[in-house]
């Protein structure tokens, strides 16, 4: 791969070729204001979900990065994202979580705006101003791009930035199994009505890098397995399918995403799951019934926990939820979790899967909160003059990916390695560092989009 | 009934609710997760909404519903029962070593007694608490909020059949809730 580099962000930082990696990358505060201007400005990140704002008028707070803003749908229907900011001293103009209006009025000295983000209101305009402020350019802040892909919407403030299908290149198909319906219909997933958002004490990459694959904590989760609260109410936290299927990590090497996938063998169809709900387990077999149907080879492919770069969670299988990991301080991650159905299920499907997503998932999940505990002590134990000179270990599975890995059939293109017999490798880690040192080193998009070099040299060849 | 024998059986009622509320925290802050339980009515409901800013006169927007929406907690026994099972376990690293905790409850008012306050079978009562949890070194959470309990009387013997907790908070302040309210 012509973009690898070996050792990438000041060099001895992230070292992709001995598979270690500096604790300064997540302690340190020079380098994670570095990443506010270098990632979390240019990169393309997850703001919401349109079916937060269904009318005009609609709006709801987010976040990208340190940034708060605005997701809001304006009287014509056209969704926006703005900084949540006044343009004439900064006041938050929105301290609401939600609501819907036809404008923002800021409480500090009453500029206000439209929800299209339009300046329309500056008190005393003629007398202070002598109408001479040029309202056109003081309007709210806007995201360089948004995109509402099958519902869920993503913005950057890069204007250089490649559109939103282009930044997520191969990874698309695992983003479609988070959105689309069980049923391989698009985008019919709707998201539960709640996000939970809670703080964490820990760097934003911890979670990210759990969440892009982290196979090898099982320990983490052994007492809620011991509890039991899989999705019938017992046993196992998740389901059945695992057992047959292989299991691999997928990491799309240019763009940085990297999740985990379940490929089932040919003609074989997934497991029963639900058994002690027989509505939800005769949903479920419809929707599976559906999907081979609709989709053919690509109702095997079954998702699971990934990451879109740099902080966007995904977790298509159930419970189905995304994330998002907003950076507070190099210390600090504020989580915010964001629940799906898929919107034509029966409402008790809704509700049972509801349950086993609050008893799983969030500060209340018995499965996450053992994972946070571990980011928070090892965040903790890596501040130290000492500990910074040791770098962490991500070694598994070096050199051993396979380029456009295929199975039965089933082509699945990016660095894959298949962990059904071995467990566990550590290339997402790597898939996730690599990008996250171009960034941390590329002055622009120019550089960022590697793929474009590859496909220019290819063509000149 | 005269009057005084009513507000008599008012006193006596607090008292004993209160008493009861008292001891239930001490059974939690004494980790006997096993003796907590067995104050839970079996078809107990324990929710605890996600709260939300919202404007003046929106009120009803302010909390996440039950049964539909993603609350903090919104459960009955059973998984209550797991979640004691879990720490019990040894290895819930969120709660090994285990936290300390000290409930404080207060402000305690009877909102309600059916059939009558003299022989309540049912009674709500509202109360605050502060749960302080601290844990392994210098770890501190402070959590401060309303509960509505809704305690049954069962062969005898209050049982919790329903809790609502109201916790005073947006974000989550902690990184967990490991914890009962």
Excluded at chain 2, 10 to 39: K, N, P, S, T
Aim: proline share 4%; with cysteine.
């Amino acid at each position: 791969m012509g973009t690898a580099r070996t050792t990438g962000y000041h060099p001895g930082l992230v070292d992709l070729a001995s598979g270690q990696i500096s604790r300064e990358i997540f302690v340190n505060d020079e380098i994670y204001a570095e990443e506010q201007e270098r990632i979390f400005a240019r990169a393309w990140l997850f703001v919401g979900h349109a079916s937060q704002i269904p009318n005009p008028g609609d709006y709801v707070m987010s976040g990208m990065g340190e940034e708060a803003v605005i997701l809001c749908r304006d009287r014509a229907g056209a969704v926006h994202v703005f900084l949540n900011s006044c343009r004439h001293r900064g006041m938050k103009v929105c301290r609401y979580d939600e609501g819907n209006t036809s404008v923002f009025t800021c409480p500090y000295h009453g500029w206000s705006y439209g929800t299209d983000g339009r300046l329309v209101g500056v008190p005393y305009f003629r007398e202070a101003y002598h109408s001479k402020l040029d309202r056109s350019r003081w309007g709210l802040v806007e995201v360089a791009q948004m995109c509402n892909y099958k519902g869920a919407i993503f913005a950057t403030w890069d204007a250089q930035a490649p559109s939103f299908p282009e930044y997520l290149g191969d990874f698309t198909r695992y983003l479609d199994l988070q959105l689309d319906g069980w049923d391989g219909r698009e985008g019919q997933a709707e998201l539960l009505c709640g996000v939970q958002k809670w703080l964490v004490p820990c760097n934003w990459k911890f979670p990210a890098e759990n969440f892009s694959g982290d196979t090898y904590h099982n320990i983490s989760h052994r007492s809620v397995d011991l509890a039991g609260i899989g999705p019938s109410g017992s046993s196992r936290r998740d389901l059945g399918e695992r057992n047959v299927s292989r299991k691999l990590h997928v990491c799309i090497p240019d763009r940085g995403h990297q999740t985990i996938l379940y490929v089932m063998p040919q003609g074989r169809e997934t497991p029963v799951a639900y058994q002690n709900a027989p509505i939800v387990s005769e949903y479920f077999a419809h929707c599976e019934a559906e999907k081979r149907r609709l989709l053919g080879e690509g109702a095997r492919l079954i998702g699971a926990p990934g990451e879109i770069f740099p902080n966007t969670a995904l977790l298509s299988r159930q419970p189905r939820t995304m994330a998002v990991w907003h950076p507070r301080g190099p210390n600090q991650t504020e989580c915010w979790r964001y629940y799906f159905v898929d919107k034509d299920a029966p409402h008790e499907v809704k509700e049972f899967l509801r349950d086993y997503y609050i008893r799983y998932s969030g500060p209340a999940g018995m499965t996450e909160q053992d994972d946070m505990e571990n980011w928070n002590y090892a965040h903790a134990a890596s501040r130290g003059t000492i500990a910074r000179r040791h770098p962490y270990t991500y070694e598994q599975g070096i050199g051993t990916a396979v380029r456009d890995y295929e199975f039965e059939g089933m082509r699945v293109p990016g660095d894959v390695i298949d962990i059904t017999e071995i467990q566990s490798s550590e290339q997402p880690m790597r898939n996730l560092y690599r990008r996250w040192a171009q960034f941390m080193e590329a002055d622009d998009w120019e550089q960022l989009a590697t793929w474009r070099h590859n496909e220019r040299a290819a063509a000149a060849e | 009934m005269s009057d005084r024998d009513d507000r008599i059986s008012r006193l006596l009622l607090a008292q004993d609710v209160a008493e009861f509320l008292y001891g239930e925290a001490e059974l939690l802050d004494e980790r006997r997760h096993d003796e907590w339980l067995a104050l839970l009515a079996d078809d107990i409901r324990y929710w605890m909404p996600m709260r939300r800013n919202v404007k003046f006169g929106e009120g009803e927007r302010e909390f996440t519903r039950s049964v539909t929406d993603i609350n903090w907690f919104d459960e009955g026994k059973d998984t209550l029962a797991r979640r004691v099972k879990q720490i019990q376990t040894g290895i819930h690293w969120a709660e090994e070593p285990q936290s300390r905790i000290a409930h404080l409850v207060t402000n305690v008012q009877i909102i309600e007694a059916s059939p009558s306050v003299a022989d309540a079978r049912e009674v709500s009562v509202k109360c605050r608490f502060l749960i302080y949890r601290n844990r392994v070194a210098t770890e501190t959470d402070l959590l401060v909020g309303k509960r509505e309990d809704l305690l049954r009387r069962e062969n005898g013997d209050w049982r919790i059949a329903r809790r609502k907790i109201i916790l005073d908070q947006n974000v989550l302040l902690s990184k967990n809730l490991t914890f009962f309210f």
